[in-house]
C-alpha cells in the first residue's frame, strides 16, 4: 500500500476487518474450530422414546451355511465332511480366523489370522473369481455334494450364494482325513511355506 493512497489502504483494512469478523462469526455458528464438531442446533429437539426391543441387526448371518443336494445319513462319511464344511462356512460367515485354521489340514501351514483377515474383506470368500461380490455373513453353499477319492480324500462342490442371491455354480473345495478327522485343503489352508 503507497502512502499517496491513504483511502484506499483505510477501505482494505475495513474490508481485512469485516472478513475476518465474519469468519469468526461463521466459525462460532458452525461448532467452533474443531472440524469434527457439528454446529449448535438452534432449536432444542424433543427426546427420542427409548426403544422397547433390541434392534435388528444390519446383516444377518445365514441360517444354514451348507445345504446338501442329498441329506446325508447320520453318522456317514459324508456326514462327517459336511460337518466340517459347515463349520468352515460359519467361521468364514462369523469371520472367525482362528476358528477357520483350526479346520484346516494338520500341518498345511494356514495363513496366519491376519492374513485370513487380509484376504477375505479384500478379495472375498473364494481364491478364485466369483461373478460378483459375497458378503462374508451370507456365503453358503446349496446342493452341496461331496465325492470321494479313496479312504482320506474327498472334494465337495454345490452352488455359491450370497444369502438367497445365486452367485455361481460347480465350485469346490478339497478335503483330506487326517487320523479320523476330516480337514479342509482349501488353497487358503495351504498358502503359507516355510
Known sequence: MSSNRPCRALKNNTLLLLSVSMLGLLIVACGGDDPGQAAAPTVQPTAAPAPTSTPEPIVQVVEDPVVPAV????????????????????????????????????????????????AFETSGVRDDPLPKDVELEGFNWRNATVKFYGDDTAVTGGDIYSHDEFVVSGASDPWARVDGEWYSETALCVQRRH
Open 71 to 118: 441329506e446325508p445319513a447320520p453318522g456317514s462319511r459324508e456326514a462327517q465332511v459336511f460337518a466340517v464344511f459347515e463349520e468352515q462356512i460359519k467361521a468364514i460367515n462369523n469371520r472367525d480366523w482362528e476358528g477357520f485354521i483350526s479346520l484346516c489340514v494338520p500341518g498345511a501351514n494356514p495363513l496366519t489370522s491376519e492374513a485370513l483377515a487380509f
